[in-house]
């Protein structure tokens, strides 16, 4: 088989797969032919084999593009959505649909609230409580602005673990993790730019590329792998990517760990089409198995991964703390968050401070690990007791949240109604996505002490899923 | 006098003023003569007078223009820059300059810190300490996406003290009042549009602008009324102006508070012209006549105005507790919130309703607008003993700040580098305008307790400047 008909298979295999869909344009000859290291005339020979086979037809002056009347039986098999940059959607109802009004009697399996009634926890309260107390006042004033020297020199310590070494000037203090996310997008992308991220994705991040305009290219992730690479490859080849959006450690809200080999491939990936990579590691240090895997940024050598934590998923929201390592945005990014008037309290970076350095931290996550994977195994019981027979559940490798997803015919809006009113909140898979590909999903959080309260939850939406079933 | 001799004399005067600069574009034919209820015919018999008299020249299709070659004796007398839209700079240097590695030695006169040393303080802190004890741990979890409701509640009863009467739904909870103003400008405006600040003006406000890529038209500010509200009305009459940026009350950096009834014209002039008004009134509650002047936003009928403060300079900054009231942009505001991930701990929300609960909120401002009254007096008299005799002292009618205009002959740049130094940390007056305006300008805080140290470095200020004058 001579090399100009190969190349054209793997077009051809691409379009079926649905990788390129109708009417989109593919590579340039020119950079299609650099890509597969051949000369232009084979790389014009494989698209000529494809427009005499009626996949493709060229446009003048605008190059190759998949044609509209292809007959193609398993389009969008692989890839069911267009890969193609999208205007994120302003969801007017996000914030009802993620944070109704607090009630006590409201059963919380919506957002991604950790188990805060450990023991393990307790040293961090006593310290939060004596900061503010005289004559160390300083807790009352702005803090730096990077953040707390100190916070800083214990987290470029803690990074360790995930063989991620970078040096406390490295580091920017940011009030949470989606304050982060949202200084690394504002870093590096502006009003029209084109970005990837995983799908599902954070709801957050949408929000923040929908706030400053932003264009998002969704990647369907792999239950248990992560991020398709070889969709990646194609999108970077295809749109002027700004920037890769990944959550690679216990995805949210997945769950997967993506394997180390296909992380330093991602790298590479991103180097080789000079890209930034922004990498969202919240839930990172809540691997069930330790140690704990690695982070991308561990593999970056150039400084273009921008790493994303913060301490609300390990110790609790309420505090407020988080972090960047914007790599080579290093300059950026203080100025982001200054602009942003992101200062914060010094009194949670003290009392996280003195948590470290005693010890407690790593005590403390080594419970909470053990502690959701333990939950975990109860929660898919009663879900697997409960919900229908054909729902498929993620299988989370770290952190407390399930993705669950139902048949085509259950309306989550509908559930979600139903649930509301019976006081159990859940997260609507819609908000997941830009494309409306995950109306049939739902996400739960297992990350509260398990109850018989909770029990009767799950139970209450199995069975308000399998009467819209009847 | 006819009627349009009478209009082309105050286009003249104009001019002369400087509200018209050279170049610069006059209001189209059909907008003159709308606003001054004269038919087209009138209006252009005045144009061509101008024309007549050598100070305009018509441009086919654009309209007329202030004539380059016109000889005006007093060009940019009362308004000595150009009153244009102009891009904000990006002050690589302001982090450094504005926040400084910090160190025990240095003398703080930079920033806007409070005193936090009063014993009416004390309260608040013991609430701030409690609110990490058992069994009630909410503070821990993420808030609500406003804030919390018992806060917003007292907040609503405390501007009843600025006549500003708000429902606790109207208001939400920010990370002090830089973050409320970021979400009040991203509420409004976006890249490209033109707003109106005060000159000078709050360099956050500045940054914030910058970061969205908005031009900024400076309107100047008189030393004891605020912003001219005849400059105002021909920035509106001339450029398409999205939003007006005002302190009215205890301006920073200037100190004034502007009249009544000009805070009720101006809100006018943004009826008449359909822009909306972002009012920071953080400041406002240390005014130091009591009652507290009223707020632009107590004039608001129509929801136009977006009125933006904080605890962090009456209570203490390290809260980073502070509000918006958006008015007609409440849902915006609300979505911008989540979009920025501006949560915030719940703790010190809960220990300010205490506080604010008990009355020590009144009886503590009450406190402290005695002590920076009195603190003004002495810092005023230091100055004046220590620099040279034809610097020009703002005249503050509340909050904190020191505005000193010092001969031209002064370097503020080397002058900041000695201070440096000397481990003396001053405001430059460059960072308060997009127009290199004030840069013979200081800033200085007279909040923190007066005390031999604080003298001295006065006394060392006024010492640097006279040294340069030699």
Redesign the interface.
């Known amino acids: 088989m001579s090399i100009y008909s190969e190349l054209a298979d793997i077009i051809s295999s691409r379009i079926e797969k649905g990788y390129y869909s109708i009417g989109q344009r593919l590579p340039s000859l020119r950079l299609f032919s650099k890509e597969n290291d051949v000369s232009l005339g084979t790389a014009q020979r494989a698209y000529t084999l494809l427009e005499e086979k009626g996949l493709i037809e060229p446009k003048s002056r605008s190059g190759y593009y998949v044609r509209k009347n292809t007959n193609i039986s398993h389009c969008y098999k692989t890839v069911d959505f267009p890969q193609e940059p999208v205007e994120v959607p ?1 969801w ?1 109802d ?2 009802d649909l ?2 109704p ?2 009630s006590s009697n409201l059963i919380q399996l919506g ?1 991604g ?1 950790p188990n ?2 450990v023991q393990t926890l307790k040293p961090l ?2 310290s ?3 900061s ?3 004559p160390d ?9 990077k953040g707390l020297y100190k916070l800083r020199e214990q987290i470029s310590r803690l990074l360790i673990d995930s063989e991620t070494q970078v040096a406390p000037e490295e580091i920017i203090i940011t ?2 993790c ?2 982060a ?2 200084i690394a997008i ?1 870093s590096i992308c ?2 029209g730019d084109v970005v990837v991220t995983d799908s599902p994705c954070f709801h ?1 991040i949408l ?2 590329l ?2 400053i ?1 932003a264009k998002v290219i969704e990647v369907s992730s792999s239950k248990n792998q992560g991020m398709s690479l070889e969709a990646l490859e194609l999108a970077l080849e295809q749109w002027p990517v700004k920037a890769i959006l990944v959550t690679p450690n216990c995805n949210n809200p997945l769950g997967y760990i993506m394997p180390e080999d296909k992380k330093k491939d991602l790298y590479l990936l991103a180097r080789k089409f000079d890209v930034a990579i922004i990498e969202d590691d919240i839930y990172g240090d809540l691997a069930y198995k330790y140690p704990r895997p690695r982070t991308i940024k561990s593999y970056d050598i150039d400084g273009r991964v921008l790493l994303c934590s913060s301490f609300s998923k390990t110790l ?5 703390v988080g972090w960047i390592v914007p790599g080579r945005y290093l ?1 950026k990014a ?3 968050k ?11 970076q003290k009392a996280i401070v003195n948590f470290i350095e005693a010890g407690f931290y790593l005590t403390h996550v080594k419970r909470m690990r053990n502690l959701y994977a333990r939950n975990l195994a109860v929660v898919k019981q009663w879900v697997e007791l409960s919900f229908p027979e054909d729902v498929v559940i993620s299988e989370p490798q770290g952190g407390y949240m399930l993705w669950i997803e139902l048949p085509k015919k259950v309306s989550v809006t509908k559930l979600n109604e139903e649930l509301i009113n019976e006081g159990i909140q859940i997260s609507t898979g819609r908000i997941f996505s830009v494309s409306d590909k995950y109306n049939n999903c739902i996400r739960i959080n297992f990350g509260a002490r398990l109850s018989p309260r909770i029990k009767n939850a799950i139970y209450r939406i199995g069975n308000s899923i399998k009467n819209q079933l009847l």
Chains 1, 2 share one sequence.
């Open positions: 302003k007017d996000i914030l993620t944070f009004p607090p957002r609230l805060i009634e309260l006593t939060l409580s004596r503010w107390v005289k006042l300083s807790a009352l004033y702005y803090d730096e602005i009030p949470g989606h304050a996310l949202s504002r502006t009003t957050g929000n923040s929908q706030n305009g609790a929201p309420g505090l407020r300059e203080s100025y982001n200054y602009s942003s008037a992101l200062f914060l309290s010094a009194a949670p």
